[in-house]
C-alpha cells in the first residue's frame, strides 16, 4: 500500500511526486512516456527554465526524484483505477495492479486536431493551442485563429497582443459568427475568411500557407486552434469525477475533486494550461495529501 499514486509523469505529476518524496511518503508515480507535447520543441514561460526541450525538463525531474527512496518511478499504463475500500487501486496494461491510499490524476489532455491536411505536421512548430506559450516566437508576423462562432473572434482578438496581422478562418462556418463579433474584429482590422480550408502548407519544418478548397491562400506563420478538442483520460470517468462541458474536471480546493482521496492536477484541471501552473497544482496536491494523511496518524491510538 503506498501513501499515493501518481498516474501522469508530466509537470503536475513529478512536481507532486517531489514534494511529497520531501514529505518521505511511499510514491508510486506511473507515466505511459506519451505527453501531449512531444512534439513542442521548446517550454516556454517556466520560470529558470524558459525555452527548456519537454523531454529535458521531464529527464530532469525524474533525476531529481532519485535522491527519494520513498519515490518510485515506473513507465506503464494505467488501464483502469478504482475505490478500493478507503483507497486506490490500479490496474497497468500488463495485468499487474497498486494500491494507494490517495490518489492523483496528472493525466493531463489529448488533443483532437481537426482533420485538415497539414495540421499534424506543423503541430508543436506552427499549429498550437496556447498564444501565451506559444505566440511569442511569431510575433509580428501573419498569424491565423482557427474556429468559429464568439469563441473563435475571442481568440482572434487575444491574438492582436502579439501581432497586428492576425485573421479569423471559420472553415465554412459562416453562419456562426454574429454580426457584433464580426464588427468587433473589423474595428479591430482583424480579417475574417469563412472559406472551407484544404491544408497547411509550409518548408516542412515551418507553417507559411494555409490553402482554402477554392485554390486561394493566405500567409500563416502560426495558427492557433480554439479552445476543445481535447479529451480527459477515461480513468477520470471511472472514478466518478464531475466534469465540466469543456471536458476538464472542476477540482476544488487543493485540487481536490468530488470524489475524496482523489486530485486531478495540471491541463485536466480546471486552471489555464501552463506548465509552470499544473507543477503548482501538482504541489498543492501533494500538501493537502500530506496534511491529511498526517492528521489521520496523529488520530491514531
Known sequence: MHDAIIVGGGPAGLNAALILGRCRRSVLLIDAGEPRNAATPRTWGLFTRDGTAPADLRAQARADLDRYPSVECRTAEVTRADRDGDAFAVVLADGATARGRRLILATGLRQDLPAV???????????????????????????????????????ALELTVWSRDVTLCTDDRADTLSEPDRARLARNGIAVADGAVARLTGDGTAAERLVFADGTGLPCRALFLTPGGCRPSPLIAQLGCDL????????????????????????????????????????MAAFAINTELLKAELARP
Open 117 to 155: 491536411a497539414g495540421f499534424d505536421t506543423y503541430w508543436g512548430r506552427g499549429v498550437h493551442t496556447c498564444p501565451y506559450c506559444d505566440g511569442y516566437e511569431s510575433r509580428d508576423r501573419p498569424l491565423v485563429a482557427y474556429g468559429h462562432g464568439h469563441a473563435g473572434a475571442a481568440l
Open 244 to 283: 465540466s462541458p469543456k471536458g476538464i474536471v472542476p477540482t476544488g480546493e487543493y485540487e481536490a475533486t468530488n470524489v475524496p482521496g482523489l486530485y486531478v492536477a495540471g491541463d485536466a484541471s480546471r486552471r489555464v494550461q501552463f506548465a509552470v501552473v499544473a507543477a503548482a497544482e501538482g504541489a
